[in-house]
């Protein structure tokens, strides 16, 4: 009973990392990104943040696809509250749109 219990816990952490990465996708894709730049955002991002961080990312995004241009969004994203995420975002951006892997 009790591997059950862990088993379904893990499966629950597993779950909200895919949603936050798909949500997360998702938004930059409704800002203008492309979707292989969004994915290749999303990954990088993936390899750089929690799991926590990620899904705080996402739901910061929510107000993106308000934004008028990919610029203004791109504006918001590098004033959210989380430090390592904006230096992640920063370094996402950088290595998705050079090649350039850290």
Request: proline residues 3%; charged residues 25%.
């Given at each position: 009973m009790r591997f059950a219990a862990l088993a379904f816990a893990a499966f629950l952490l597993a779950?909200?990392?895919?949603?936050?990465?798909?949500?997360?996708?998702?938004r930059f894709e409704a800002i203008g990104l492309s979707p292989?730049?969004?994915a290749c955002?999303?990954?990088?991002?993936?390899d750089r943040l929690s799991d926590e961080d990620m899904r705080d990312l996402a739901r910061y995004?929510?107000?993106?696809?308000?934004?008028?241009?990919?610029?203004k969004a791109i504006d918001q994203l590098l004033e959210?509250?989380?430090?390592?995420?904006v230096a992640?975002?920063?370094?996402?951006?950088?290595?998705c749109v050079t090649g350039f892997v850290r």
């Amino acid at each position: 009973m009790r591997f059950a219990a862990l088993a379904f816990a893990a499966f629950l952490l597993a779950s909200c990392a895919t949603a936050a990465r798909v949500t997360l996708a998702d938004r930059f894709e409704a800002i203008g990104l492309s979707p292989k730049m969004a994915a290749c955002m999303v990954d990088d991002l993936d390899d750089r943040l929690s799991d926590e961080d990620m899904r705080d990312l996402a739901r910061y995004t929510v107000g993106l696809s308000r934004a008028d241009t990919p610029g203004k969004a791109i504006d918001q994203l590098l004033e959210f509250d989380n430090p390592r995420a904006v230096a992640a975002i920063g370094r996402a951006g950088f290595s998705c749109v050079t090649g350039f892997v850290r």
